[in-house]
């Protein structure tokens, strides 16, 4: 009885969907089956044998690759809209001077765990974790600690304490130590959790750059990450911070241009910088929804592929936006569509003809899976329903009313459906929600990150119209 139990709990055969396997041998399959054994995907095909899996009917449904989220401070998520109105300007200010320093570390643990709940619900079965709430040991213990108790595929960014005015984004790096990230620390995570680089959680590191420290503080966190063997993820040429300054050079000038490096927003990078990235084997992770509601400026995605530099979508904050992968693909499919149709205006191109070199929604399709999959370093086992791969898979309801009737199944999934659709989702081999519903409790989770609101919002007492404080002055 035993063994036939786990017979079924090892094995899963998903019938009948219409599958977008973001795998370019396989492409798109319509009435495909795909069966998972163990953590892995056995097979793809027609018609295959349940032989005593778990069989999960996905007739009329669109089965995808889980969606990759490569950017979010989930620290944030216990302050989720705290901020509607914010440009990134009083973010700064007003976030990471007001609110970060009053963290303790069962706060960042309820985020990260409420965080990576709420990805597994709308289908994002990877998140890129940037984590710059590392105040304490206790606060990075957390902070992985919630994210294992959620249980969905991640990659944790470690990065730097922010626990006072002089010791966040910008301050402290004018004639401090080197050690804004605390390397001894980011060798004890490393070691202690995460020295598997093909485990449920994986590491890199989450650093501020060119145009925030100084340049031994670059250096130093670049060659910990060498030394540490794990990626950079970095955010650059954002809003004003990053109009001018070149953050792109300044780390060719240093010899400091990792490959496989993430490049966050980008929106204002030069030519040259471009060319940069792309040439060192770089990519990048765009907001779109957040880039245009605060002000970092446009989501570069058809200027990023038009390269070949892979381009993953994140959510970046919970504070001023939703932070689900439709949020995103929209915001993303209608914004570069905005941009060529404006230029194709200004062009002066005859109105009886259609913009050209727009956008499509198989592209954003893949900047939501595969490519964020390569954003986030993991592409050999998630981003695509391809053998062998880990078994990171979502079911979107094809029947439901605001989906239903299906023509065009990418279209489904990137224009029609959202959130309330995820029917199913499978994280390296695990089923975490079925039939539209979370396996795990959430109560508990949402008591901790009620209370967590509760505690941080009496130690910053924000009040409507706060946003209007003071703006942070770049360095
Ligand atoms: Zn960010």
Redesign the pocket.
Known sequence: MLEKEQTVTDRILIRGGTVLTQDDELGELPNTDILIEDDRIAAVGKDLSADGAQVIDAAGDVVIPGFIDT???TWETSIRTCAPDFALITYFADILDKFAPAYRAEDVHAANQWGALECANGGITTLVD?SHIMNTPDHADAAVHGLQDAGIRSVFAFGFPNTSLQDWWFGPDYGGSVERINGEEARRVRSQYLSDDHGLITMALATRGTNFCKPDVVRFEWELAKELGINITV?VAMDRFGYTKGQLTALRDMDLLYPNTTY??SSHLTDDEWALVRDSGGNVSL?PQ?ELQMGHGWAPAQKASSLGIPVGL?S??ATTSSTDQFTQMHAIFASERARRHEASWNEGLDGNVATPDLITVRQVLRWATIEGAMVAGIADRTGSITLGKKADIVIIDGGAVNVAPIIDPVAAVVCAADISNVQTVIVDGRIVKADGKLVASLDGPRRSVEASRDYLVSKVDPQPGWLVATPATPA
Do not use: K, L, N
Request: proline residues 0%; glycine residues 0%; aromatic residues 8%.
């Open positions: 950017h979010r401070h940037w955010h966050i927003h907001s957040i994140s970046d904050v």
